[in-house]
């Protein structure tokens, strides 16, 4: 055998055996869309198409129910940088769509602008900064109205039941505020760790704070505003730093990824799910999403994305970004928490359910490891949380149902939502501000005697004098 035939051997040997070493064991659900994933599981699967009054094209997925059994149909949302494949990833047994569809309802996964299943516009390429210039607050006033509409109008119900997790109780707290009439076409609202104040966040996360504005410009420069989307070097990177076959890699992913930003759980996480769920996510969005909420974390509000004064008077007629008006919020809405969950602290979460006038109740998670992914990936998320919400949700179902309110917690309204600075406001806070330092200053100079040293002399005087009155006498002459 020749050299060079040889080297070719065993370079293929080589080869094979690299290839072997990193062999994985085939998961389906890694590696299908959403709907080929349900229809795996042995449900209908449909892909729906939304158009957004500002452009945007949804992918909404359904689990149609031929039963009817129920009535109104169910709108689930996700949270941050996440897609509709975090309610069926965890399979029949444990995923809360499939099992509302067991029940007999009509199951909508919604998808946010930008993420896997949402990456178009009617006109913008998403290789456009300008397909990226969004926040949770778009997401809340554009898609949400766009996709409730879509799926009375298809099932023609004048109601339905929404789910949110995380971010997507957000989105639906933006949206009641700013379109209160929103509030008609919801018979429940479930918030499963509900996310709109964040000042209390444990979460990695908030290490990096401080640097948002840089990696915003960052994220604006090497991929034109969007953040962390899924694509084949993401999937390489999860495959091989948290793939189920590398055992050191994965309990380092698990340590110093998933609890350091959601909470440790070592018990009721179920960790084998992480191929599947790091297959999916992050599903990507815009970095101005992530630039709002680290000013949330900064301002300590609930507010609107704040772009300086000067362009917050353009936009806003104000100096700051308005709050936004918790009392509008009058569809019935129940809450889940968690003590461990990193992102959606308890103290942020009473602050949250205290603002709303209509709430039926508030549910804290009996297992003091629950983290904010347990929600959806834990492995007893069946007993410890998804039949409390299923119970929850046939009661609403009913057609006499009568929401019953809690009135033992006290109701926390306050009239800062209706106090905005104004543009002219702002230009009498500016002059006052200008002529502040104008007195600090001149008050400075006039203490230091070397910025002010002539002295005027009889003979100056006399000049300034005569000059003086030989003007007044020419003037009064002519």
Known sequence: MTLFPKF????????????ELYKCTYIPDASLSVPKIIKRHGYASEAHIINTEDGYLLEVHRIP????????????????????????????KNSLAYQLSDQGFDVWLGNSRGNTYSRSHVSIDPENEKFWNYSFHEIGYYD?????DYILNYTNQSQLIYIGHSMGTCVFFVMCSTLPEYNDKIRMQVSLAPIAYV???????????????QINKVASWISNGAFLPQNTVSKLVNKYLCGENAATEAMLCKKYLVYKLFGDDPVQFNASLLPVILAHNPAGSSAK??????QEIISGNFQQYDYGIENNIIIYNCTHPPIYNLSNVIAPTYFYYSKNDYLSDPKDVMELYTRLPHRLGIHLINYEKFNHIDFMYSRNVNGLLNKYVIDSII???KPYWIPLYDKDTIYNITDQYFKCKNKDHFKVEQRQKDESIWEKITSFLKQKSQFHPIIKTKIDEQKQNTNHYSSWKQSFNE
């Open 8 to 19: 070719i051997y065993y370079f293929s040997i080589s080869f094979l055996n690299t290839l």
């Open 65 to 92: 129910n031929n039963n009817n059994i129920r009535k109104y149909p169910i709108y689930l949302q996700h949270g941050v940088l996440a897609s509709s494949a975090d309610w069926v990833i965890s399979g029949p």
């Open 144 to 148: 949400l109205p766009a996709t409730i």
């Open 199 to 213: 000042k209390n966040m444990k979460s990695m996360l908030f290490s990096l704070v401080p640097y948002a504005d």
């Open 289 to 294: 999403t992530l630039m709002h909420f680290a």
């Open 395 to 397: 009661q609403a179902d």
